[in-house]
């Protein structure tokens, strides 16, 4: 089970960094100001695509220098300290638009990290990998365990609708009643996948790495001063988070789109930003099982860790305790999604077309909810 960071980051040993180029998509941080002054001015049209922009930039910096934190501090408390910094994004985001009593948002963001990590970032990864090979092959083991407990976990976040949409008519808030005992036992089940992953089978999700990728390549900014820079950046992607919520429901209004589709296609990528971006690396490298790891254990974690962390600050909130009580077209996409990467991970291979189906369903999700009214 996946909620290690080892699992969303391809596992380094102790070795020396190497120099390399700064990543050129931090520049999109430099849209920080313009996004910051679009608001103050009222110019959500132009706030929301600007603060999108600079967060995916400070997302990436994020990424890459938790991931050396990691690689310094060994794997042990790395990869724990890697798990919790990855899941900053998604909490900055929702829990901006938590805090502004925006729920239906925040519904649409959680199943959209769900389904952009499964069908847009693995998606994607299979079909780039596959296509300069006939097949890429992963562990059917370990990938079995993690699209297991995918499937098992997505079916927890749709019960409280299951059980509204059974008897509803005689208890209407039944969803609502669910959701913080359900909450409960996804964050003890969180809990339980740390231990699984990290100590009794950590070998089972963190295969060895080859000898070409023993050393680490980062900028010497992030080598030189990694806390600094992560300090920095958890500040930032906050600062956007903030910019961003606020937005939300201007541009919507303005562009005639609703909550659901920006929660599911805008926020659903932009908060799978860094896990995009490895999975694609991963899966050019024919290290497709990372690809699947970080996709599949990004997915896993919103699920047990940051949904429960969202519905546990909700109760404190004067606008109510969010609910897990899901409009219908969602729970499918979400069953749908879990479904899907259970049959095509279950042989231990994937093609470029598996990828291009994947990616498919992605669209079609996504035209679903730019309907929605």
Known sequence: MPPSGALRRPSLPAASAVRASFPRAALLMLLAPVAWWAELAGMPLVAFPASVLALVGGALVLGEAAEVVAHKAGQGIGALLTATLSNLIDLAILGAALSAGLYEVVQAGIAGAIIGNVLFALGGAM?????????????????TTNTTLLLLASFA?????????????KSPDVGQRLTLPIAIVLFIT??????????????????DTPDGEAA????????????????VSVAFVAWM????????????????????????????VV???????????????????????????????????????LVFVSQFLAHGGLSLDLPLDMTVSILMTAILINVVASDGESTWYEGAMMLALWAIIAMVFYVHV
């Not at 079909?127 to 990938?143: D, T, Y």
């Not at 976040?157 to 008519?169: E, F, K, Q, S």
């Not at 010497?220 to 992560?230: A, N, Q, S």
């Not at 988070?241 to 659903?268: D, Q, W």
């Open 127 to 143: 079909f780039l990998g596959g296509l300069r090979r006939s097949k890429q092959v992963f562990p059917r083991e370990a990938a």
């Open 157 to 169: 976040i749709v019960a409280p609708t299951l059980a509204a949409a059974v008897v509803g008519a």
């Open 190 to 207: 969180y809990v339980g996948a740390m231990v699984f992953s990290l100590r009794t089978h950590r070998d089972l999700f963190n295969p």
């Open 216 to 231: 680490l390549a980062v900028h010497p900014l992030f080598d030189r001063h990694p806390y600094v820079v992560l300090v």
């Open 241 to 268: 988070a903030e910019v961003l919520a606020g937005n939300i429901e201007p541009v919507g209004h303005g562009l005639g789109l609703s909550p659901l589709f920006l929660g599911i296609v805008v926020i659903g």
């Open 271 to 309: 908060t799978n930003a860094v896990e995009i971006a490895t999975c694609w690396r991963m899966a050019l490298r024919d290290r497709i099982h990372v690809a699947l790891q970080a996709a599949v254990g990004g997915s896993i974690q919103v699920v047990l860790f940051v949904v429960p962390v």
